[in-house]
């Protein structure tokens, strides 16, 4: 009797706030989303991919400067990449128009043979140069594209070189509305004050991490929160990827145009904003 | 000293030496459960070999892997790129992607005798369930990608096949899409589509499954091929393992039925199943001893060892016969059986103690070619011959002792009154010796001129696909998927730039923990040094232009028959080009580091495997790049021709040079590597490994037959037969054209063992006779008796007791019948026909009697010591060796 009245007791203590956390849920993954793509209206940073090959210890770097602009906040978004590393891809560059409901407009340059190849943008979750990292995982994964749940709360502690940092986080489920080759479910733990994935594991069909996310380094640039260090890992594949960020040419609000994402600059680079 | 005490102690402890056989058998027996196989030809060679180095390294740095293919065949060459046939081979790919590796199934048999063996830990690792291919590796139509560019003219790497088609067009679209993709091609499908590849990578140290793999995929492939389709299975891997679980069955068919065949002939020669059931168990007890041994020591059994058994029976049984025979003839002359049993042992012990010797001494040479599984046959057999000679001194007397009285009257009364035709064939060939010696002098000349020019032309050459029978599933596969896709005999060369000296190996790649060093090279991520102009590498525009001229070289050679030996070969340079063919519209070559690089880049961005299929040909630092060949042909010869055309080939086009910042100049390296050369490289150190092994224990039986016989003359008669026998059968086989493979190349050593036998057995019985007799032809019409008659009832015993080898399915197995029926024919008529030609005619140098000892009345101590030093030493002194 005693424990039928506790039971009851909890169902309705707990029943409401079920539908709120369903609701909130969303709204985590919503605010997570626009604080780590939409930062500002625009941004450039140099960035360092090290793409680490099964067992390497010496990683292949690519170096290049990344220019953004956002057009609607968690909608389209305009990329410009220049590609500095390795020396005999320099002054390549890739030009990418964001779409939430479309593909995406991709066009790469390539110097040696001065000719502009479109690139199909359909498959957002192809490997992004090469890299551990989708085109999906670089430009953002639409929060609309998945039906998200807060599992609970927990505490996630990063080992970083010197310290270790410890972050609250949203412990969130999110399982794609329409059903993917891939991605059967995303698990990714987000911190309650800064709205930034602290880890995202990648869960296939077959129930097994295939990817991990995990941000390094969070410092707060020209006022935003910004992850300098990003590692992804495919455990399956013995491989990884890491993004760092120059924390000197990384900025926002630099007030770069729209027009400068067009065809024309990927065979004259905006080098103003390049530098 | 040695003999009296084996021979007392047989006597005296019969029963004793019975039991301790048994448990001694049952020790050993004991090991066969834990008997593991290893047919992989790369573990034949020592690990250190240079050959093996670059190969492990190649298969790491560019991960890549051994391959077996499957291959499904439209009998009537219709295309099976149709809706229905890519429906059923996405059908059939889905499941062999879905193939895991299976434990042993447990049974109560294994388990007992696991439980008393310290084999535990070995099982546990067993048991696991492992993946036997790269599934992510595995090639098929629908497994690989394809760059295209869609309707709107956009650059799309896609799955060439993600779901089978649904309409006609489709599929031929398909056949259409390979026949254009230079890294496709030839691989997935023939040209006209009426094969169709499924390329498995291996996992490492998973080749010996591949006989399992196989068996899975047939399986599958059954399940939905229709009427007029075959399904194949070709690749190095799958011929070795196939082989070694074939060897197994066969071993078990075939070595109980010479088995049988030899009882048989052993009881029509002596009557009496009881006495000849003895030479059966001590062969099989010395099969089983050296085999236990051999497993207990730790070794795997790999092509070769799985021969011992067949090699140590007809050893085993012809000391047992020699016994048996001398028994058989003068059981009923002493008044005891001990008394009979020790003089016919006394008798036999100093020849039967040379022919083991020498035995030992051919096989043990092996060990002088430093190949390891030659090594351990050579001394597993040495030291199963060791045990046969053992077991003929102590369990043959020991038995002998045992049987019931009866057998044995019954068995010395059958001698006596039986004139049989063993003895008229013995007589023959006394006769033909004493009337026409010089003839048959002047025919082993010939004979012997005649094999000398036959081993000029001996063809060198061995393919493991040949081992199996024209005929044989694998060597239709073989014929078929080589006749409509690029090969299946797989080959790399690799390229290789060494960084200057003054440059540290800073681009290993070597492996440690990812996260410890983690932060460790991100530190100068963003530093400005790294500005200098790059090293030259593989990337550089005349090293890609000059492999581009490599491949189409390799692809324009023909061998001797005019055919074309590489089939297909993929590189860098195929990615490249489809790159620009594909995203440029420039099917050519890039010619400068940049456009390569930018290429490269332009590949690996669109990649769905982040480019995984171009680092399998460049490393990521691009020092190194690999090239796939594939031969369309596994014979050794047609990759060493390939090697010696393209070493002409690179003498008139030298690979380029490039100048490092220090000035260092540097050229292209270029190597061979891959299971088909690897191959090669084996068989080169076979043939030469045996070659001096054999020399060199013919060397060291030559010396042994002069210690002997007291005289350099005889020992030098004593080998006649054998030098004879060998030169014959290998003569003989460089005029039939039968390749020198592994098999024939072992056999030498089994040649040199046996057929010095006889010779000894004859030349120590014909001069302890003569010493006794003083009379040439009594002596001869003695040893016809006694000697030549257990001589030839070896020859006929063994070579017609190994003949149902005749019809083993494996090559080698037939290969050994035959060398068995060769030797003992060859080596048992020139014994007992040349030899006494020889002696006839020479007989008034080579036999000068005796003239101070007269043996008949030593007493026992004496007459030992002189059966150490037969005749007297002056024959040596008194003649020139001719």
Partial sequence: ?275 | MIQRFLIDFAIKHAKLVMVLSGLITLFFLAAFPSLTTDTDPVKMLPQDNPAIVLYNQMKKEFDVHDMVVLGINKRDGSSLFTVDGLTRIHKITQEILEIKDHPPEPSWMLDLLHSVQFLKEQDKERNEIKDIMVTDDVMSISTVDDIVRNAAGELKVAPLMQTPPRKEAEARQILTAINENPILQGKLASADGSLVGIFMPLQEGMKDRSYFLGEEVKRIAAKYLVDGEDYYLAGLPIAENTFGNEMFVQMGVYAPAAGLVIFLLLFYFFRSIKLIIAPMLLAMMAVIWAMGALIYSGNTIHIMSSMIPIFLMPIAVLDCIHIISKLHQSYHKYDTREEAVRAVMKELFNPMLYTTITTIVGFVSLTSTGIPPVMVFGITVGFGVFLAWLLSMVFLPAYTMLMDEEALQKFGQAASDKKSWIMNMTVGFKNIAAKVPVFVIATATVLLVLSVVGIQKIIVNDNPVRWFKEGHVLRQADQVMNDKLAGTYMANLVFELPLPADMNTNFSTTVSDPEADAFGDEEDAFSEEAEQAPLPDMKNGEIVQYMGKIQQYLLSVKNQEGQVIVGGVTSLVDILQKVGKTALDDPTLPDNREQVAQYMFLFESGDLKKGKDMWKFITRDGRKAQMWVQLKNGDNNQINYLNVRLNEFMRTNQPPTVTYPNGENVQLQIQWSGLTYINSVWQDEMVNGMRSALIGSFGIVFLMMVFLFRSLVWGALAMLPLSLTILAIYGFIGYIGKYYDMPIAVLSSLTLGLSVDFSIHYIESLRATYRKLKNFQETYEEISNETAKAIWQNVLVISIGFMPLFFAGLVPYVTVGSFFFAIMLVSGVSTLVLLPSIVTVGKRWLLKAPQQKQPGNLSKEEENESDMAPTVQKVQVATEPT
């Fill in chain 1, 1 to 275: 009797m005693k424990t039928l009245l506790s039971l009851l007791l909890t169902l309705l203590l707990f029943a409401p706030s079920i539908t709120t956390a369903a609701e909130s849920a969303d709204e985590i993954m919503k605010k997570a989303h626009l604080k780590s793509y939409y930062v500002g209206d625009d941004g450039r940073s140099i960035m360092a991919m090290l793409v680490y090959a099964k067992g390497a210890s010496k990683p292949l770097q690519k170096t290049f400067t990344i220019l953004k602009r956002d057009l609607e906040e968690g909608g389209r978004q305009k990329f410009f990449i220049y590609f500095q590393k390795p020396a005999d891809i320099k002054k390549t560059t890739f030009l990418v128009h964001k779409y939430v409901d479309q593909d995406d407009y991709r066009r790469l340059y390539i110097p040696a043979s001065d000719k502009v190849i479109p690139i199909a943008g359909s498959r957002k979750q192809d490997p992004f140069m090469g890299s551990d990292y989708s085109y999906e995982d670089i430009s953002g994964r639409h929060f609309s594209k998945d039906q998200h749940s807060i599992v609970g709360e927990e505490t996630i502690t990063i080992q970083e070189k010197k310290k270790s940092v410890t972050y609250q986080t949203y412990a969130m489920e999110s399982v794609p509305k329409e059903k993917e080759d891939k991605i059967a479910k995303i698990k990714s733990w987000i911190d309650k004050t800064t709205y930034t994935p602290i880890q995202v594991e990648f869960i296939n069909h077959d129930g097994k991490v295939y990817k991990r996310y995990r941000s390094y380094k969070i410092q707060t640039i020209d006022g935003f929160p910004t992850i300098m260090r990003r590692v992804m890992e495919s455990p399956l594949e013995g491989t990884r990827t890491v993004i760092l960020l120059h924390p000197k040419k990384t900025n926002y609000n630099l007030g770069i145009p729209e027009d400068i994402f067009v065809d024309r600059s990927l065979r004259n680079p905006p080098m103003k904003y390049l530098k």
